[in-house]
Structure formats: structure tokens, C-alpha cells
């Protein structure tokens, strides 16, 4: 576990008290010599090492002496992001206001919101859940979205913005209850409970002042309307036409939720980012936080298992154990090695691959697995088509009695320069030297980032919802394949590339994805034969694989081996297996034999007898006879089928001629009649 503490993280809970730094178990601090660059604000603290309680006291007693006699304000300095709020009603209260960005939620960067702001007589604390009061704030049809405002105190930020959330806020003000700078509003990263609905909390928040908030507060009693628009266009920078980030992570996967939802956004957001920094569009850069052992205990057991280079470079316990599992220093080490990574696939004009190496490393070498090692991690590297030799290189001595000149870059990076806050905590997410806030997800991340770049120089994928990157065109995105059959395990995703062993016309293979896959099922054997021996010989082709077998190889009748490599021909007449009959002659093939019987007669294959030619003869003539009989019936009954027809036809005819004869006499008789009548 990592504990962070700082004006970023004591704003996480409505009024409840930091623990003590007297009964931390441990202090870790950046090196001295950076203290100086430090201004107001809070220090960073983190229980690294499990020590006696006698020890831990007097440690730390020293430590804040130290801290309270040469830095009475404390050290780190903290920055708080903010976004711009305006009033357009009522009259009285128009103006520009600043309001601090809450580190949750999906604060819409690059955009704006118009709202119509509204008090809850009740639960104006938003502490519980809305639809108990038989309160709503969905507005009427064409009106404004519903701005929530809430008061700062009794219960989490969070929990606050999801109640309002549920209740058909739009987005939720929570106004400070007292007179301070603004501070960040965060997820309360301790309380297993918050995690469900941290998770889908899908509207911005902001803490106001709290002179404003009250200001606001009267206007909506007095039954006025009040409307404010939120903007977030200029909340972060958007110099040019590229977008520089960071990411500050960790390697170690055993602390809980903050880990999983490291993990996910990694692999969800590798697709965008790959793409992005391939056409050139963004510069990534990833980091990781470490903190070095006091001097006075580099030589103690627990340095010694958290740290590296001697107590310089040092991680927390994974499991909080020190008897067992993994140490600290494992997670420092190979934090180095995925710097080292990017360092090198930078060299070689790739620096997107550290996306897919830590995607990989997350699956392959976890420490559930007991994989997170060395030798797992250089398999990785391998696959992905990198050099573990320059990697290691790279990395250095970590048992050294030196500086590591990777580490100690690091370290001083931690320290922010200019509008860019110290990094307290993880994981923390810097786009253009700005803090990024709110949920650590794909979708609100791409949309911070797209806000990032200047006017009308913004990549494709930030003007529409499509995008794709094809990561199985290089080294077959270190995936298993068949280059003969042309089949891949190499899975072209919006996410990624995932190494999943394929659907091949409607075979399934399956498999590991990344070093093996096997055709199973029926139809397995169109293709590449399903793996197995096949030979063709004058025409004649042998395969060994047999479709009415799931998986697996078996050679044909006529042959014997192993199915896969080799399948040899076996010599039926040699071994006496067929062509048994008295006085037969036994002739061997490829994959078969010849058998000739003497004198006149047959031979029979299916019962390896011979008959006589004779009898074969006679039922064959007499069949012959009956089907010459049955021709002639057949002819027969046609020609008097066509003779009735003929004679038909030629009656008819006859007739017609006949009344044709007669019907102009009758029409000549009828016209001479009208005339006499007439006269």
C-alpha cells in the first residue's frame, strides 16, 4: 500500500483526521538536497518498512524535529487544477469565479456546460441518497442541465457527486465550508466500500470558495434562477500541434483496487496511445515513484529488502509482509526495467512498444503467478523483438554502493517545476505539464488529451469516434504464427493487440497465444494438414491427419510413425498381413499392395480371398441382358406416346380447315338480306 499524504489527499474525506506521523512505521522522504526547491504545503509520507515501535518512534520523532526546525511549513508543493466558472444570472452575481477540478468523476476538457443551479432543502450535504427525500434534479424538457449544489462536510466528496449523480445531476458544486485557498477534492483511496461507485461516477464536480457558495445558496432560497456555465477549455494548455504527457505508474500489481484500475487503464488506453505517438502526434514519457532509506538505517534488515544501490532507491513492501512473497526491491528493479525498456525501444524509433511490454508483463509475470522475475520479463522483451542485453545494460548494478543515474533522474523529476505540482501519489497523469484529474479511464483520458492541442491541429482521432492502429504488422506483435498457413495469434484490437490463438474457417486453435497454438475440431485438417505428415508420391497423396479426430495425428492405413514428422510405408507382403490366399502373388506399393490370384480367378480385397472369374462373368451378363429389355419397354412406350400425339394434332387440324370452308357463305348471305330489306 502506498500512502500519500498531502493537501491532495486530506481533502478526500469531509473532516476526518490524517493519521499521525508519530505512528507511521516508517518515513521516506526525497533526497536532502532537493528539500530546498520545495515551498509550502504538506510532506510525503509512506510506510515502507515494517520496524519495532521503539524504533519507529524515535526515527520519526527525529525526522519531524528536523523538519519542524529547518522547514516549518512543511515540504511538498501541491497544485491545485482548476477550471473556470461564470455567472450569467442573476444580474447581481455575474462574474467569473474559480472553482478546483475534482480529482474523480469525468471533467469535460476542451468543453463547456450551462446549467441552472440547485440547493437541496434536505440532505443539502448530499451524504444520502436523494430518491429517500423524493427529491429529483432532472430538468423539464428544454431546460437547463441540473448543476448541484452541495455542502463540504459529514461524508466523502465522492460519495456526495454520486448521490447527485443518481439523482439526475449534471454535474455537482460543493461549497467549502470555510474560509481556505481551494483545494482538490479526491477519491477516498482507503475505503473499500467507495470502490463500486467510484467506478461510475460519469459527471464532473468542482469545490467552490466558500464566500461563493453562500452567495449561490441565497440566491436559489430567495427562489431566484440562477444559471452558470462551467469551462474547462482552458484548463489545460494547448500550446501546438503536439500533446506531451507522462505517466506516473508502478510495477507492482499486489496493492489492491489502485493497482487493478492501474492495470485496466494500461491496457485499454494502449491502443490510442500507440497510435497517437506513431503518427507523431504526442511525445509520452512513463515514470515511477521511489524514496530512499535514511542514512542512519541503510545497513538494517528492512532497507536492505526494500531498497536498492545501498538504500537510494526503495519501494514498499507488495504484501506488507516482509516474511514472505515478494520485496520492495523487486518492484524498484523492475520499475527500472521498464524505463530501461522505453529507453531502448526509444533508441530504435519505437518508444509505443513500453505500452506492450508492460501489457505483457501485467499477464505473463505477475506476482500471483510467482513469475514477476528476470527471466519471465527478458521472455517479454524477446517476443516483442528488443534486445535483453541492452536492457540489462541499461539497468546497471542495483547492488551498487552508487547512484543509479536512471533512478536519481527519476527522483528529481518527482519535483514539480513551474504551474506543474510535486507527484505525491499514484497513479498521477501530467498532460502538457499539468495535472490531469478525474477518472483514470480511455475515454475521459483521449478527450483530455484531444483538449491539449492547438486549434485545428487536433489528430483525426479527436474528431471522431473511430480509430484503429495495427500493432500485428511489426514482429507480429511478438505473437505465436504459422508463417506457411499464413495464421497468426496476433489480434489487431481497438485496445491493442492481444496474442489470442485464432478462428481459422471455423477451426479453432488453442493455446497459450504466445508460444503455441494447436488446430482442434473437425475441419482441422484443411488446414496445413492440422500439423501432421503428408506426402504425395505419383499422384498419390497420404496425409496424417484425420478429421474425424479432435486434435492429434495418426498415420493412414499403410503406414506407421510418429503422424507428425514421419509416417513410413509398411511392406504388407513382407510382414504377411494381406495377400494370404493359396497360391496368391504378393506385390508391395507406396501405401498399399498388389495381390494377383492364379488361373482364372479374382481377387477379393475386402476379404483377401480369391473367387472365380466365371460366376463374376454370368451375374454380370445377365445384368446386362435386363437392362437391354428395360431400354426397349422404355423406347417403345415413348413412340406411341408420340404417336397418339401426332394423330391428335392432325384431327385438329382438319376440323379447323373444314369451319373455315363455311363461315364467309354465312356472312355473304346475312349482307344480301339487309339489302332487300332496305329496297
Known amino acids: 500500500m502506498l500512502f500519500a499524504l498531502s493537501a491532495h489527499a486530506l481533502a478526500s474525506a469531509h473532516a476526518l483526521t490524517p493519521p499521525p506521523l508519530l505512528a507511521l512505521p516508517f518515513l521516506f522522504l526525497p533526497p536532502l538536497e532537493d528539500w530546498p526547491s520545495r515551498k509550502a504545503g504538506f510532506t510525503s509520507v509512506a510506510p515502507l518498512l515494517a520496524m519495532e515501535p521503539p524504533q519507529a518512534l524515535l526515527l520519526s520523532s527525529a525526522l519531524l524535529l528536523a523538519l519542524a526546525l529547518v522547514f516549518p511549513g512543511g515540504l511538498c508543493k501541491f497544485v491545485v487544477e482548476k477550471n473556470s466558472l461564470s455567472v450569467s444570472a442573476p444580474e447581481y452575481l455575474k462574474g467569473n469565479h474559480d472553482s478546483a477540478i475534482g480529482n474523480f468523476g469525468v471533467p469535460q476538457y476542451g468543453g463547456t456546460m450551462a ?119 482552458e484548463s489545460l494548455p494547448h500550446p501546438d500541434d503536439r500533446v506531451e504527457y ?198 475521459p483520458v483521449l478527450k483530455a488529451i484531444c483538449a491539449g492541442f492547438q486549434e485545428s491541429t487536433e489528430p483525426p482521432v479527436c474528431l471522431s469516434e473511430d480509430m484503429e492502429t495495427n500493432e500485428c504488422l511489426t514482429n507480429n506483435g511478438g505473437c505465436w504464427q504459422d508463417v506457411v498457413a499464413n495464421v497468426t495469434a496476433c489480434k489487431d484490437t481497438f485496445r491493442g493487440r492481444v496474442c489470442e490463438c485464432p478462428l481459422v474457417q471455423g477451426v479453432q486453435f488453442q493455446g497459450d497465444g504466445y508460444t503455441s497454438c494447436e488446430a482442434v475440431g473437425q475441419g482441422r485438417c484443411k488446414i496445413q494438414n492440422g500439423g501432421c505428415w503428408h506426402e504425395t508420391q505419383n499422384g498419390v497423396t497420404y496425409s496424417a491427419c484425420r478429421a474425424s479426430l479432435q486434435k492429434g495425428c495418426r498415420c493412414p492405413a499403410g503406414f506407421k510413425g510418429d503422424g507428425i514428422k514421419t509416417c513410413d510405408d509398411i511392406d504388407e507382403c513382407k510382414e504377411r498381413t494381406a495377400c494370404q490366399c493359396q497360391g496368391c502373388r504378393c506385390m508391395n506399393t507406396w501405401g498399399s499392395y498388389d495381390c494377383e490370384c492364379q488361373g482364372d480367378l479374382l481377387y477379393i480385397r475386402e476379404h483377401d480371398t480369391c473367387i472365380s472369374k466365371k460366376a463374376s462373368t454370368s451375374r454380370a451378363g445377365g445384368i446386362v441382358l435386363m437392362i437391354i429389355l428395360i431400354g426397349l ?47
Not at 449523480?165 to 485557498?181: C, K, S, T
Not at 493497482?259 to 500507440?274: D, I, L, S
Not at 412406350?637 to 357463305?665: C, F, H, N, T, W
Request: aromatic letters at 10%.
Open 633 to 679: 419397354a422404355a423406347a417403345g412406350i415413348g413412340a406411341y406416346v408420340v404417336y397418339k400425339y401426332r394423330l391428335r394434332s392432325y384431327m385438329d387440324s382438319e376440323i379447323r380447315a373444314i369451319m373455315a370452308q363455311y363461315m364467309p357463305l354465312d356472312s355473304q348471305n346475312e349482307i344480301h338480306h339487309h339489302l332487300q330489306e332496305e329496297a
Open 115 to 233: 446549467g441552472t443551479v440547485v440547493y437541496a432543502s434536505t440532505n443539502s450535504n448530499a451524504c444520502k441518497d436523494f430518491s429517500s427525500f423524493g427529491v429529483s434534479f432532472k430538468p423539464q424538457p428544454g431546460g437547463l442541465p441540473s448543476i448541484v449544489l452541495a455542502d463540504r462536510g459529514d461524508c466523502y466528496f465522492a460519495l456526495k457527486v454520486w448521490n447527485a449523480q443518481n439523482a439526475g445531476a449534471a454535474a455537482v458544486l460543493v461549497a467549502d465550508d470555510r474560509d481556505e485557498p481551494l483545494i482538490t477534492m479526491d477519491s477516498p483511496e482507503e475505503d473499500n466500500t467507495a470502490a463500486p461507485y467510484l467506478a461510475n461516477i460519469t459527471i464532473p464536480s468542482a469545490l467552490i470558495e466558500k464566500g461563493f457558495g453562500d452567495s449561490l445558496k441565497k440566491a436559489v432560497n430567495n427562489k431566484e434562477m440562477v444559471n452558470v456555465n462551467l469551462d474547462w477549455t
Open 246 to 443: 507522462e505517466f506516473w505508474t508502478n510495477s507492482n500489481d499486489e496493492c489492491g483496487q489502485k493497482c487493478e484500475a492501474q492495470a485496466e487503464f494500461v491496457r485499454n488506453f494502449k491502443g490510442a496511445a500507440q497510435l497517437l505517438e506513431q503518427g507523431g502526434y504526442t511525445l509520452f514519457t512513463p515514470h515511477y515513484i521511489t524514496w530512499y532509506c535514511p542514512e542512519a538505517f541503510t545497513l538494517s534488515k528492512q532497507c536492505k529488502s526494500q531498497c536498492l544501490n545501498h538504500g537510494r532507491y526503495c519501494a514498499p513492501d507488495p504484501e506488507q509482509d516482509f516474511s514472505q512473497g515478494y520485496d520492495g526491491k523487486d518492484v524498484v528493479k523492475e520499475n527500472l526495467r521498464q524505463l530501461c525498456v522505453h529507453a531502448v525501444a526509444n533508441e530504435s524509433k519505437r518508444p509505443w512498444i513500453w505500452w506492450d511490454y508492460v501489457t505483457d508483463f501485467q499477464i505473463r509475470c505477475s506476482m500471483k503467478e510467482k513469475n514477476y522475475n528476470q527471466e519471465c520479463a527478458e521472455k517479454v522483451i524477446t517476443s516483442l523483438g528488443l534486445d535483453p542485453k541492452k536492457v540489462r545494460e541499461c539497468m546497471g548494478n542495483p547492488d551498487a554502493d552508487a547512484e543509479n543515474p536512471i533512478l536519481k533522474k527519476e527522483q528529481g523529476s518527482q519535483i514539480g517545476e513551474g504551474p506543474r505540482g510535486d507527484v505525491t501519489i499514484l497513479p498521477t497523469l501530467i498532460i502538457n505539464n499539468r495535472q490531469y484529474r478525474g477518472k483514470l479511464d480511455k475515454g
